[in-house]
């Protein structure tokens, strides 16, 4: 496939100048920019930049406001409930970890679930926010319901991810990010540019069959849960996912399971929403409400040392710690740029049109 | 298989003359009981009465302390770490758990890392001590290394897993709990008892190469992550076997990864262990530091109910809720009893042998 390379700072500009042109503050214009961008950096192509237009379709579909007045609306002294005011998700949920970072700091951990948001970019961006306070972070998100629980036809479950990110010392940190399903839909998305299947165990049709069509989604089919078939154990990624939309959502307000707001602006919203908008989950942990962070770090490179040196399988990879291949992505696109392939770059040339904002 | 049924009252007594005999407290005996026959009443067979001779082995060894002194040896308002003194898994844990739960009365929610343990029994055990007290409970911990991560041949984690209780309201609790692999240790037995072969997907052989054989993992094989090979997602059950891991052993000092003490007594300890003992991690979240318990409940009462109600596969099993399988078999053998099958009764009838205790 044919892609033009950008540079990030190029992207930046761009992304900056059209969420300016949605109304969006000077401030919350970078924070989104820097959030949404994140993915593009991390090779999570799916989520970044391509997203852009989907943002503005919803902000004309009146369904995102560009200048929310994000509030928490209860609290104790480790947790809170924020309630985005129908904002970016890529605004409202850096607020929030910034609300779970400073409770940490005063009780040791802080536990924020959020109501009324949108779509909030990777999950790891997030989480990564307490790397630099020598804290554990966490993040979660429901999510339009795309995934069928273990023996279901019916689409209950968004892809769910679950982002947890863990200092190290002179080692990088420890930094998982996945969805709770085999496959994310961004990787669906790319085999359906291929006109490629899917292998196996990723989807299945609208009876709930066997399927290798990357189309499927459109056509009844869904998503399979991490595990794929029962007995693989796609009840654990079932219950998995399910825990994200509990401590998403049901704990906060938001809108739950088949209920979740959808990301495309086109399908109209749920009949009988049982809350506000979106939901997400963000969780802070002092390391040294634990034990000293010297010593969890002198641990952690060990931990990450001995995994990185196991035995690998003969003629595969090396045994790689969660979060290594996104950050060597993140060095080699900040120095080569960021390839958008012409689907993408068509829509955002679209984007820039509709705002008077060049490319 | 031929199998013996006794009730629970039988085991109960059984059991707890077994710990008594081992000198254990009569309080910490009935405790060490409960939580171990849990997983007999929900059908965890391979955790229940089945490894009682196992712990009776750790304890003639040397590893296993009947008189532990199981104190808090660092603590903020929503944190702390418990140093179980090398006692029994089955009462450090729920000691743990109650410290969780108290700081969730305290200021919201609750984190205690446990270092110098054991094999805690079940996992869903203590998340669902929570549930009386209108909190969600969090359980793992991190268990003895039959677990390569992606591209690895060695064995480098334990089945490490997830438990997550969240109460209901008029619907019973929803509770998962997941080893973070394919399939648990335990499934694994039940096909070695009748010479059967494994799905393709659960083990790998000791060069990383497919394999059915169910005993495997004596030949140098391993268990594989949820999402059995890289391209059905075992990147992502290796990260969070990890993120347990890291949970239950780095933060609290415990120790981690391949150097995980073995639950088998005759498995010499490894060298150079980097921490003592097993660790676990619990949680405990006040609901109505989020939101009040009852509109709490109304919700999850409402996505229990909308997710029974989806629309099931033609053929297949009715779409169900975490922990549903486990409450029906806690009904059935409270009634009519827990099969024992020859070779366990046998084992029982060993111990019972060196502590001149009846079944």
């Known amino acids: 496939m044919s892609a033009t390379v950008f540079s990030y700072t190029q992207l930046v500009h761009f992304t900056e100048q059209v969420f300016l042109s949605m109304g969006c503050s000077p401030v919350h214009a970078a924070l989104a920019t820097k959030t949404l961008l994140s993915a593009d950096l991390r090779g999570i192509d799916s989520h970044g930049v391509a997203r852009l237009s989907g943002y503005?379709?919803?902000?004309?579909?009146?369904?995102?406001?560009?200048?929310?007045?994000?509030?928490?609306?209860?609290?104790?002294?480790?947790?809170?409930?924020?309630?985005?005011?129908?904002?970016?998700g890529l605004v409202v949920a850096p607020f929030a970890m910034e609300v779970a970072m400073k409770k940490a700091e005063n009780v040791g951990t802080g536990w924020v679930t959020v109501k009324n948001s949108n779509h909030f970019g990777i999950a790891g961006y997030h989480a990564m926010m307490a790397l630099e306070k020598d804290m554990i972070g966490i993040a979660m998100t429901n999510a339009s319901a795309l995934v069928a629980p273990t023996f279901s036809v019916e689409k209950m479950l968004g892809t769910n991810p679950i982002a947890v990110a863990i200092p190290a010392g002179d080692q990088p940190a420890f930094v998982a990010d996945l969805a709770t399903t085999t496959a994310a839909n961004g990787k669906l998305e790319i085999l359906q540019r291929k006109n490629a299947e899917t292998p196996l165990g990723w989807v299945q049709d609208q009876e709930g069959g066997h399927s290798t069509d990357a189309h499927i989604l459109k056509k009844g089919g869904a998503l399979l849960p991490l595990g794929s078939?029962?007995?693989?154990?796609?009840?654990?990624?079932?219950?998995?996912?399910?825990?994200?939309?509990?401590?998403?959502?049901?704990?906060?307000?938001?809108?739950?399971?088949?209920?979740?707001?959808?990301?495309?602006?086109?399908?109209?919203?749920?009949?009988?929403?049982?809350?506000?908008?979106?939901?997400?989950?963000?969780?802070?942990?002092?390391?040294?409400?634990?034990?000293?962070?010297?010593?969890?770090?002198?641990?952690?490179?060990?931990?990450?040392?001995?995994?990185?040196?196991?035995?690998?399988?003969?003629?595969q990879e090396k045994v790689l710690i969660p979060g290594d291949p996104e950050r060597e992505m993140t060095t080699i696109r900040l120095e080569t740029g960021i390839p958008l392939v012409a689907a993408v770059l068509d829509d955002l040339l679209q984007v820039g049109k509709l705002f008077g904002v060049n490319l």
């Open 56 to 88: 503005v379709r919803l902000w004309q579909a009146g369904r995102i406001n560009a200048t929310p007045n994000i509030a928490i609306t209860h609290e104790t002294p480790s947790t809170a409930v924020v309630n985005g005011d129908a904002g970016l």
């Open 229 to 315: 078939d029962r007995e693989h154990g796609s009840h654990k990624g079932y219950a998995l996912g399910s825990v994200v939309d509990i401590f998403s959502a049901v704990l906060s307000g938001a809108s739950y399971g088949p209920w979740a707001p959808p990301f495309p602006a086109y399908i109209p919203l749920p009949d009988n929403m049982p809350g506000e908008g979106l939901g997400h989950f963000l969780g802070a942990m002092r390391i040294d409400a634990f034990r000293t962070a010297d010593e969890f770090k002198w641990h952690m490179d060990n931990w990450i040392t001995r995994f990185r040196a196991a035995k690998p399988i003969a003629g």
